[in-house]
């Protein structure tokens, strides 16, 4: 197959719609498809252009042997709908210009975030007979009213038709959570069409080492994006209470929101901002951690979310330290008995998980272990890869018999 991936995200920026659709496009080339990319210029989560970008309209460039084309969109801030609006929507313009001057797909796999796209892959079904797949990872514009980016409204009213839209246009739809697939199937839209893949992690992250080297310090870490869908604030105040007690928080990611996490963290000596990095260089560290903190923020809507740090902390066999009170990810956790469920909001909570695994390494040991063979029988990309390339090739065959 010819398959086209058009995604807002794309590395080098750093993130989880960054690394999966870089993951899938590799597993996919391996198999012997023809693989290609169309995104914009690389910019999150700051909304400021990375060296070597700047002052470019168009570049075509090879990146880990896959073809990728970028193509123009304008700048706009995340911290405001407007701002966001103005990136993704050029960015949707400049990429329907675009695919009708290059030789058609035979598969079109449109990301959602950033919804508009959702156009290209339309154009190419209807104009060029491509196979329009929308993937879905967050739910929008409902994903963007529960963190606090948009609001009832006119706008959302509008936004909500066009996803319903795209969602009865698509030829499949892959959801990477139950919730989605739920929430994408009470709008009518038929179970055959959904197929349910969720996140995953690259085969090589699966962690081989045995034990982690923090000398005789207890290390949670944090790694993923600074913004609305995350709530910091407990584990900085458990930090604040632990730090006579050996224990250390190190926080991974960029984001919005960093500047207000750096404030209230303030001089606090056992909590370290490491900023973005590269997957790689992001493992080596949670190699070395004792816990990964997933502090989800208590918004309605966030219930569906299954954080892809999750599956991160599984593969680097630490436990779960996440907060929630229902949703997938809570009963991930729960079932699989591989961390602590605490209240949300909760720094009491906070600290007497981090107390507790301080001071029952084995039990945390074993949680990690559990957490480790669930990744590697359920979220491998290579075994997610094949569920996908099954997805792709049943929609075409679908479409060829008319």
């Not at 996803?163 to 739809?173: C, N, T």
């Not at 995350?230 to 050996?246: F, I, V, W």
């Not at 250390?248 to 919005?256: K, L, P, Q, R, S």
């Amino acid at each position: 197959m010819n398959i086209l991936f058009v995604t807002f995200y794309y590395p080098p920026e750093v993130g989880a719609p960054q690394r999966r659709i870089s993951e899938y496009a590799a597993e996919l080339k391996k198999r012997g498809h023809r693989v290609s990319i169309l995104t914009g210029f690389p910019n999150y989560p700051r909304g400021e252009l990375l060296e070597p970008y700047r002052r470019r309209l168009y570049l075509r460039e090879n990146l880990d042997d896959i073809e990728v084309l970028r193509v123009f969109h304008f700048l706009g801030s995340r911290e405001t709908k407007w701002g966001r609006a103005l990136a993704e929507g050029s960015f949707a313009v400049s990429a329907l210009i675009a695919v009708l001057l290059k030789r058609a797909p035979d598969v079109v796999i449109v990301e959602s975030p950033s919804l508009v796209s959702g156009w290209t892959g339309l154009v190419l079904k209807r104009m060029r007979k491509s196979v329009f797949v929308l993937h879905v990872s967050d739910l929008f514009p409902d994903g963007a009213l529960a963190v606090g980016m948009l609001s009832q409204g006119t706008l959302f009213s509008i936004l909500r038709r066009m996803a319903s839209f795209f969602y009865r246009e698509a030829d499949a739809i892959v959801a990477v959570t139950k919730g989605l697939q739920e929430i994408i199937l009470s709008q009518g839209i038929s179970f055959q069409k959904i197929r349910l893949i969720p996140n995953g992690v690259a085969d090589a992250h699966i962690r081989t080492k045995a034990e982690p080297a923090t000398n005789g310090k207890f290390r949670a870490v944090y790694a993923g994006n600074l913004g609305r869908a995350y709530n910091l604030s407990p584990a900085l105040q458990a930090a604040h209470r632990l730090r006579e007690d050996g224990f250390e928080f190190e926080i991974i990611g960029d984001g919005i929101d960093r500047s207000a996490v750096e404030k209230q963290a303030g001089a606090l000596p056992n909590v370290r901002f490491l900023g973005g990095m590269p997957v790689d260089k992001m493992f080596e560290r949670l190699y070395q951690a004792n816990a990964m903190v997933i502090p989800l923020a208590a918004r309605p809507g966030l219930e569906s979310v299954i954080p892809s740090k999750m599956a991160d902390a599984m593969a680097a066999s630490l436990p779960v330290v996440l907060t929630g009170r229902t949703g997938e990810s809570v009963e991930i956790v729960r079932e699989r008995r591989c961390g602590i469920v605490v209240e949300p909001d909760n720094p009491d909570a906070m600290v007497e998980a981090f107390q507790f695994l301080q001071k029952n390494p084995t039990e945390a040991a074993a949680m990690g272990q559990r957490g480790l063979e669930y990744v590697k029988k359920t979220r491998l990309r290579s075994f997610l890869t094949e569920q996908l390339e099954e997805t792709l090739l049943a929609a075409l065959q679908k479409r060829n018999r008319g």
